[in-house]
């Protein structure tokens, strides 16, 4: 059982992938509508679902009961979507990704941008350092005193130069039995309130520097779905109830210790997995979300929430090896993560198609198996869906935006803008 635990600590994905075929008249009613708003376009492509968007965006903010929500920026990597987003009453803020991201959004005037993890680009900290709006609007992760060290050292020749916000990451991760049982996501090192206390009193000792927010996300919550059965679904539900108990009582005390040594203006926490769970928590002021606007694959294994696919990509068939298989153009679109089924795009329309076992999700072709094969002809399209969600705009220039079996425009991704920062 440890050795089940440690995987899943490691954020592995559950051991047995749910099925989640639509009923069959649904499928078909989706699939007339997506090739029908889509007949003007060749695939491969990608749509964004509005319907689908907003109707997901509506249940983040519903389970966030009240607390703004900071929109992830990885798991959209749309400028547009951002905007449509950003417009809508419940969300306020950017998590950006890396801190070039941030400084392109702040100067096509996107505000109060996060960048969610820690960054050595020295060029681009003495360009936000340099650049007033910028300065003001993005705030950098530190989560070690040599990120500080680092930071002075891209700034220490320019003049002038800003004031710059940062923001404090703190350790999620849930430990058990001594240590042997590890629960989250490795990202900061810091997890007692003394460490946090002690990293802000450094902080408040350099000049230039200013503490203003602090992050703690749970990724052994908000990122691995519970819907899942057996003894590993058992324990880990039981890992989730300790590590939230735990968490909402160590977070309340690094804030408490923190406040004692700069003004916070955000405490930010959670993930589309764990909204309502993180929302309850007094000491969190805001939540983080994104991958529930697209609702990708891996997030049907929830068992408090469901999402509507949004994001999907179509390939075209173009070979008929058998009566019952066919072969569609690419396909290996990956997510990132440990490797598993479960970052294998999902054949999602028309239901009832697999992979075969001998290729998978190939480089420029993709075999599909299944009886749904045998109404398939070369031209026609099959609809997937993504594992992750902003990592489908790294494939596609654009996502085609769908209403009801409408195509009412087109949003450029960050590729189609000729933007990749990682």
């Not at 964004?48 to 990885?74: F, T």
């Not at 606007?293 to 949004?310: C, E, M, N, T, W």
């Not at 697999?354 to 070369?378: C, F, H, K, M």
């Not at 993504?386 to 494939?395: I, N, P, S, T, V």
Request: charged share 25%; net charge positive.
């Amino acid at each position: 059982m440890i050795s089940r635990v440690r995987l899943y600590a490691a954020g592995m994905a559950p051991p047995t992938i749910l099925p989640t075929d639509l009923p069959t008249d649904l499928a078909a009613d989706l699939r007339r509508r997506y090739d029908r708003a889509t007949a003007a376009i060749e695939p491969p492509l990608a749509i964004l679902d509005l319907d689908a968007l907003h109707a997901n965006a509506a249940d983040l903010v519903r389970r966030a009961g009240g607390k703004p929500i900071r929109v992830a920026s990885k798991s959209v990597r749309c400028r547009a979507v951002l905007e449509r987003v950003l417009a809508l009453d419940g969300f306020s803020g950017i998590l950006a990704f890396t801190l070039p991201e941030a400084l392109w959004l702040a100067g096509h005037g996107f505000t109060d941008i996060v960048v969610a993890y820690p960054t050595a680009d020295r060029r681009a900290i003495a360009a936000l350092a340099a650049d007033p709006v910028a300065a003001r609007e993005i705030t950098l992760m530190v989560d070690d005193v040599a990120h500080l060290d680092l930071i002075e050292s891209a700034v220490r020749d320019l003049r002038p130069r800003h004031e710059l916000r940062l923001c404090l990451d703190v350790d999620a991760g849930y430990l058990a039995f001594g240590g042997l049982l590890r629960a989250g996501a490795l990202r900061s090192p810091v997890r007692e309130p003394a460490q946090a206390a002690e990293l802000a009193r450094a902080i408040a000792a350099r000049p230039g520097m200013r503490l203003v927010g602090l992050m703690a996300y749970e990724a052994q919550i908000a990122g691995v779905g519970d819907r899942v059965g057996g003894p590993y679904g058992q324990v880990l539900r039981w890992v989730q109830r300790r590590s939230q108990r735990e968490l909402a009582l160590r977070r309340a005390a690094v804030v408490r210790a923190v406040r004692r040594h700069a003004e916070l203006e955000f405490v930010n926490g959670g993930g589309t997995g764990s909204v309502e769970k993180t929302a309850q928590e007094e000491a969190v002021t805001e939540i983080a979300a994104g991958s529930g606007l697209f609702h990708p694959r891996l997030f049907d294994f929830y068992r408090s929430f469901r999402g509507r696919p949004a994001a999907l990509f179509a390939l075209p068939v173009v070979r008929r090896p058998g009566p019952e298989v066919v072969t569609v153009l690419g396909g290996g679109y990956i997510a990132s993560g440990p490797p598993g089924a479960d970052r294998l795009p999902q054949p999602y329309l028309p239901g009832g198609l697999r992979y075969s076992r001998n290729e998978g999700a190939g480089e420029v072709q993709t075999p599909l198996l299944g009886r749904a094969a045998r109404d398939l002809a070369v031209g026609d399209r099959v609809w997937f869906r993504h594992a992750k969600a902003g990592e489908l705009c790294e494939r596609f220039d654009v996502l085609h935006l769908v209403e009801g079996d409408r195509l009412v425009g087109e949003a450029p991704t960050y590729r189609g803008e000729g933007r990749a920062f990682l």
